[in-house]
């Protein structure tokens, strides 16, 4: 079974463009997850999709978004980047089955540099 | 709110010896407990989780944790530290209700000395 995929692996961009980030799910998962990494703030929860619907969302500003779609595929979008955005950006999937613990399972991640 | 406390950003150990990262956690209800790991530029691992029942959780590659909950404590050991096991550690919390949603502690780096 094919893990967790996230494309681009690398991704440059400058201030105030906007990104587009995909994550594709593990077969059959429903859920995906979305975390951003930097070395100052650690590792903090964006938000997640379930059947195309936003479940979750952690505090950051509008300005980051997502969907997802009816194969379950993500997209997170950041607009008018900063420099603090430049981050590590993680999703993971997980299968959100009732009664059971529904591990995640994470991706290699997307690096985003904000020049 | 839920939060992790990972007490050490770095620890060095010799290879041979006993590991052991410090995780305490706050949280209002009965929570998931997980230990990931991250190397190098790449995304994270699950080491082991806790969920419920048995306390004392065996994961992968040798490392265990113990839920405590009197002491709120999810410490993570490894008898015998080896070389391939320098990378970062994570700490984590989740509620049962919201388990998509991880809360990360800030992460110890093990280094492993020859």
């Known amino acids: 079974k094919a893990g967790v995929t996230q494309t681009p692996r690398y991704l440059i961009k400058t201030r105030g463009q906007q990104v587009t980030l995909s994550c594709s799910p593990i077969?059959?998962?429903?859920?995906v997850s979305w975390y951003q990494q930097t070395p100052g703030q650690g590792l903090q929860f964006l938000f997640e999709y379930f059947s195309e619907t936003q479940r979750n969302k952690g505090n950051f500003p509008g300005r980051f978004s997502g969907r997802q779609f009816s194969n379950s595929r993500s997209e997170m979008n950041v607009s008018t980047l900063e420099l603090g955005d430049s981050a590590l950006y993680l999703c993971?999937?997980?299968?959100?089955?009732?009664?059971?613990?529904?591990?995640?399972?994470f991706g290699p991640g997307t690096r985003l540099t904000v020049l | 709110a839920q939060s992790v406390t990972q007490l050490g950003s770095h620890v060095s150990v010799s290879e041979g010896a006993l590991v052991l990262l410090r995780c305490n956690y706050s949280?209002?209800?009965?929570?998931?407990l997980f230990w990931y790991v991250q190397y190098p530029n790449q995304g994270l691992q699950l080491l082991l989780k806790?969920?419920?029942?048995?306390?004392l959780v065996k994961g992968i590659n040798g490392f265990e944790a113990e839920f405590k909950k009197s002491e709120t404590s999810f410490h993570l050991t490894k008898p015998s530290a080896h070389m391939s096991d320098a990378a970062e550690y994570f700490c984590?919390?989740?509620?049962?209700?919201?388990?998509?949603?991880?809360?990360f502690g800030s992460g110890t780096r093990l280094s492993i000395r020859p």
């Open positions: 949280s209002s209800v009965p929570p998931y």
């Open positions: 984590a919390v989740s509620e049962r209700s919201s388990a998509s949603k991880i809360i």
């Open positions: 077969s059959g998962h429903r859920s």
């Open positions: 806790y969920t419920t029942g048995a306390t």
């Open positions: 993971a999937s997980s299968a959100r089955l009732a009664g059971q613990d529904n591990e995640q399972f």
